[in-house]
């Protein structure tokens, strides 16, 4: 459900960190068992189903349960201080259980162990198993090592790996929609950002092992797809020298952009919707846009997360754009996809020289281009990152958090006011399941990305709705199937 979290002042939503995600029970109950909890991005969600993948090849089952795991294994973030800082909570809890289960593996996954490395190892004891985001194929491994007793650490980084050939075991799913990686690592930089440095370098991922995937999941009554990557505009893959003639025979494309990927997926199957995240304002480009608005089925929603609506502060924050260049691919959005067209954002506030006046362009950018929906963050210094180097952390944290309550407030105006414009509408609504305060009500999400409340009836999982919208809140939109 897009609804906002208030948490210790910071706003997290379903796509950014401190969420748990526990993994499925799958029990064959002949091997050992595998606990894995996911905290941060959709990456990582998507990366720890690649990790049941590879230890389901090994032989191990995967349980919901953590007091009967054999292996339990944290996939953590380190977006900001408070990530880490519940992960460490979570290591503490887990050494209790520890004690009564001395022979329980501990690991630590994804972009933590790889911020960390061996440290980790000496900071919390109760660690066996270091392994970063780039290493998990490494995983039989480095588990074979713990029990031989010694502590196993792989923190490699990669700049081809793509895990394309390995099919992710759905982990938590509703049967209907399901996230693919496209792509990972990311070169950007923005100077407030640890993403580059705990993900790697940006490389893609094989086009046609993505629409192989599209297409098994299709067939295995999958109706959504969200394409995943930290940039998905510089998507861009190329076959291999060696690979050339034979994709030429076939007729295949030499180079794939995010724009002819998106066309691709879409041309999977029309039942199949395709959504994406994440888009950068500095690289979205018409041809992406244009692609949307050919196919019905790429959902008219884009998470393009603007920071800061100040030029200085973009540019201290190393974005590659400027307010302007912004409010121009609003623009382009509005008039190629219309007014309907979903749009959300990331903010920071209180970054690194920050000035009231400069806060204010945020609020006043907001009030242009009236965003959906927000995930909205104070500004944690992150170590070794280029602000981290160059910059005071010098707005001080009470200013900080007064700015983000000033943004939450705004947000919460336009959400509603978003929500208030599609009330008497009818939308196509994709069924996700029971609502969350009743098994007497379905859910499901339109094009853009909104929560959609309506009586069950008879109606299942998986179909096809068309919602007639009567009433609704800032979260969610309130209606009955008209036919
Ligand atoms: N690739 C995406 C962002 C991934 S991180 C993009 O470029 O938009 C998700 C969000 O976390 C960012 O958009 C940013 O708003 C927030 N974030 C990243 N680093 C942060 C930091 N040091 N402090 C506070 N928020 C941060
Ligand atoms: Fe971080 Fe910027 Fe890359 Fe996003 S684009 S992951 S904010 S460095
Ligand atoms: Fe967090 Fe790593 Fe994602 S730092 S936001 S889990 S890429």
């Given at each position: 459900?897009?609804?906002?979290?208030?948490d210790?002042?910071?706003?997290?939503?379903?796509?950014?960190?401190?969420?748990?995600?526990?993994?499925k029970?799958?029990?064959?109950?002949?091997?050992?068992?595998?606990?894995?909890?996911?905290?941060?991005?959709?990456?990582?969600?998507?990366?720890?189903?690649?990790?049941?993948?590879?230890?389901?090849?090994?032989?191990?089952?995967?349980?919901?349960?953590?007091?009967?795991?054999?292996?339990?294994?944290?996939?953590?973030?380190?977006?900001?201080?408070?990530?880490?800082?519940?992960?460490?909570n979570?290591?503490?809890?887990?050494?209790?259980?520890?004690?009564?289960?001395?022979?329980?593996?501990?690991?630590?996954?994804?972009?933590?162990?790889?911020?960390?490395?061996?440290?980790?190892?000496?900071?919390?004891?109760?660690?066996?198993?270091?392994?970063?985001?780039?290493?998990?194929?490494?995983?039989?491994?480095?588990?074979?090592?713990?029990?031989?007793?010694?502590?196993?650490?792989?923190?490699?980084?990669?700049?081809?790996?793509?895990?394309?050939?390995?099919?992710?075991?759905r982990?938590?799913?509703?049967?209907?929609?399901?996230?693919?990686?496209?792509?990972?690592?990311?070169?950007?930089?923005?100077?407030?950002?640890?993403?580059?440095?705990?993900?790697?370098?940006?490389?893609?991922?094989?086009?046609?092992?993505?629409?192989?995937?599209?297409?098994?999941?299709?067939?295995?009554?999958?109706?959504?797809?969200?394409?995943?990557?930290?940039?998905?505009?510089?998507?861009?893959?190329?076959?291999?020298?060696?690979?050339?003639?034979?994709?030429?025979?076939?007729?295949?494309?030499?180079?794939?952009?995010?724009?002819?990927?998106?066309?691709?997926?879409?041309?999977?199957?029309?039942?199949?919707?395709?959504?994406?995240?994440?888009?950068?304002?500095?690289?979205?480009?018409?041809?992406?846009?244009?692609?949307?608005?050919?196919?019905e089925?790429?959902?008219?929603?884009?998470?393009?997360?603007?920071?800061?609506?100040?030029?200085?502060?973009?540019?201290?924050?190393?974005?590659?754009?400027?307010?302007?260049?912004?409010?121009?691919?609003?623009?382009?959005?509005?008039?190629?996809?219309?007014?309907?067209?979903?749009?959300?954002?990331?903010?920071?506030?209180?970054?690194?020289?920050?000035?009231?006046?400069?806060?204010?362009?945020?609020?006043?950018?907001?009030?242009?281009?009236?965003?959906?929906?927000?995930?909205?963050?104070?500004?944690?210094?992150?170590?070794?990152t280029?602000?981290?180097?160059?910059?005071?952390?010098?707005?001080?944290?009470?200013?900080?958090?007064?700015?983000?309550?000033?943004?939450?407030?705004?947000?919460?105006?336009?959400?509603?006011?978003?929500?208030?414009?599609?009330?008497?509408?009818?939308?196509?609504?994709?069924?996700?399941?029971?609502s969350?305060?009743?098994?007497d009500?379905?859910?499901?999400?339109?094009?853009?990305?909104?929560?959609?409340?309506?009586?069950?009836?008879?109606?299942?999982?998986?179909?096809?709705?068309n919602?007639?919208?009567?009433?609704?809140?800032?979260?969610?939109?309130?209606?009955?199937?008209?036919?």
């Amino acid at each position: 459900m897009q609804q906002l979290i208030e948490d210790l002042g910071v706003l997290d939503g379903t796509e950014a960190c401190e969420t748990v995600n526990v993994s499925k029970e799958n029990n064959t109950g002949k091997n050992r068992k595998l606990y894995i909890e996911s905290y941060g991005c959709q990456m990582n969600f998507s990366d720890s189903e690649i990790v049941a993948s590879i230890l389901a090849k090994e032989g191990f089952d995967t349980t919901a349960d953590i007091n009967t795991a054999d292996v339990v294994f944290l996939n953590t973030c380190s977006i900001r201080e408070k990530a880490e800082q519940t992960v460490r909570n979570r290591l503490t809890q887990i050494n209790t259980l520890k004690k009564q289960k001395p022979e329980m593996l501990v690991g630590v996954l994804g972009c933590m162990a790889e911020r960390l490395k061996s440290k980790l190892l000496e900071e919390e004891k109760i660690v066996d198993l270091v392994a970063g985001p780039d290493a998990y194929r490494d995983l039989p491994q480095l588990i074979g090592q713990v029990d031989d007793g010694e502590k196993a650490v792989n923190t490699f980084l990669s700049r081809e790996e793509t895990y394309a050939d390995i099919s992710p075991v759905r982990l938590n799913s509703n049967g209907v929609t399901a996230f693919i990686s496209i792509m990972r690592g990311c070169d950007n930089m923005c100077s407030f950002c640890v993403v580059p440095f705990t993900r790697g370098r940006e490389r893609s991922r094989d086009p046609y092992s993505i629409v192989a995937e599209a297409t098994d999941l299709f067939q295995r009554g999958y109706r959504e797809v969200t394409l995943l990557g930290q940039n998905v505009d510089s998507y861009k893959w190329s076959h291999e020298e060696n690979n050339k003639a034979f994709l030429e025979k076939k007729g295949i494309n030499d180079v794939v952009n995010f724009a002819q990927l998106l066309e691709m997926v879409a041309r999977v199957n029309p039942e199949l919707r395709i959504r994406f995240s994440t888009s950068h304002p500095k690289d979205i480009t018409d041809d992406v846009l244009h692609t949307m608005a050919r196919h019905e089925n790429i959902c008219k929603y884009i998470h393009l997360p603007v920071q800061s609506g100040n030029t200085r502060v973009l540019e201290v924050m190393n974005r590659g754009y400027s307010r302007e260049w912004y409010i121009n691919k609003i623009d382009r959005i509005r008039e190629i996809l219309g007014e309907d067209c979903g749009i959300s954002s990331d903010m920071i506030t209180g970054f690194c020289t920050e000035t009231e006046e400069e806060h204010q362009d945020t609020l006043t950018l907001m009030d242009y281009v009236k965003y959906d929906f927000a995930y909205m963050f104070f500004y944690s210094e992150r170590p070794g990152t280029l602000a981290a180097k160059k910059f005071a952390d010098d707005v001080p944290e009470a200013v900080k958090k007064r700015r983000l309550q000033e943004i939450i407030q705004k947000q919460n105006e336009h959400s509603l006011l978003r929500n208030q414009r599609d009330v008497g509408k009818v939308f196509t609504v994709l069924i996700e399941g029971h609502s969350k305060k009743s098994t007497d009500y379905l859910q499901g999400r339109n094009s853009a990305n909104k929560v959609v409340v309506f009586p069950k009836e008879h109606f299942q999982k998986g179909q096809y709705v068309n919602v007639l919208v009567e009433k609704c809140t800032g979260a969610t939109l309130l209606g009955k199937v008209v036919s």
